[in-house]
T-cell receptor, first 109, second 114 residues
Framework: DQQVKQNSPSLSVQEGRISILNCDYTNSMFDYFLWYKKYPAEGPTFLISISSIKDKNEDGRFTVFLNKSAKHLSLHIVPSQPGDSAVYFCAAGGNQFYFGTGTSLTVIP | DAGVIQSPRHEVTEMGQEVTLRCKPISGHNSLFWYRQTMMRGLELLIYFNNNVPIDDSGMPEDRFSAKMPNASFSTLKIQPSEPRDSAVYFC????????????FGSGTRLTVV
């Protein structure tokens, strides 16, 4: 069974607006969470992470929020840019990581 | 550094044939991971190695799949015999050490079994 779920396969957002990508996990023992970005014909690249001792981590336009009680994390991108159009994977784990199915983000100019 | 190098980029093979995917991790990275990407299941971890030793192969779908890491700079994922349902993109990733959070992925091998 999927230990990490991304329930929205796709998302479209206007340039300049906020993109919010969501992710749920099932294992309360997971202590680290990652977001990866993937362009077509390329491997995923690391974007941002958060450990279970925090509830927010910010890096420029990207912010990840963690709600441990709900086993939920989200990635906020603001302002969204056309170059952000890609597939975003969340991952959770510790020594090894379990990935979700990905959300395809399209930022419309 | 050239990053994680996978070969071939694309592989088309007939059902029943043996397929071998190759991966060269980043020099100095001690952990290596094989993932499979499908629409239904996203990125599935198949197996990972630490210091060339397989640590967890519980994600390997069945006995037709095998992986080896004979040395720190090379790993293979073999499917024998291949089936159409094995068609997917296979990624190799490496990281500095077990538990290190930053994985570097290769560009993947797109496998099509007809």
């Amino acid at each position: 069974d999927q230990q990490v779920k991304q329930n929205s396969p796709s998302l479209s957002v206007q340039e300049g607006r906020i993109s919010i990508l969501n992710c749920d996990y099932t294992n309360s023992m997971f202590d680290y969470f990652l977001w990866y970005k993937k362009y077509p014909a390329e491997g995923p690249t690391f974007l941002i992470s958060i450990s279970s001792i925090k509830d927010k981590n910010e890096d420029g336009r990207f912010t990840v929020f963690l709600n441990k009680s709900a086993k939920h994390l989200s990635l906020h991108i603001v302002p969204s840019q056309p170059g952000d159009s890609a597939v975003y994977f969340c991952a959770a784990g510790g020594n090894q990581f379990y990935f979700g199915t990905g959300t395809s983000l399209t930022v419309i100019p | 550094d050239a990053g994680v190098i996978q070969s071939p980029r694309h592989e088309v093979t007939e059902m029943g044939q043996e397929v071998t995917l190759r991966c060269k991790p980043i020099s100095g990275h001690n952990s290596l991971f094989w993932y499979r990407q499908t629409m239904m299941r996203g990125l599935e971890l198949l197996i990972y190695f630490n210091n060339n030793v397989p640590i967890d192969d519980s994600g390997m779908p069945e006995d037709r799949f095998s992986a080896k890491m004979p040395n720190a700079s090379f790993s293979t994922l073999k499917i024998q015999p291949s089936e159409p349902r094995d068609s997917a993109v296979y990624f190799c990733a490496s990281s500095l050490r077990e538990g290190w959070r930053g994985y570097t992925f290769g560009s993947g091998t797109r496998l099509t079994v007809v």
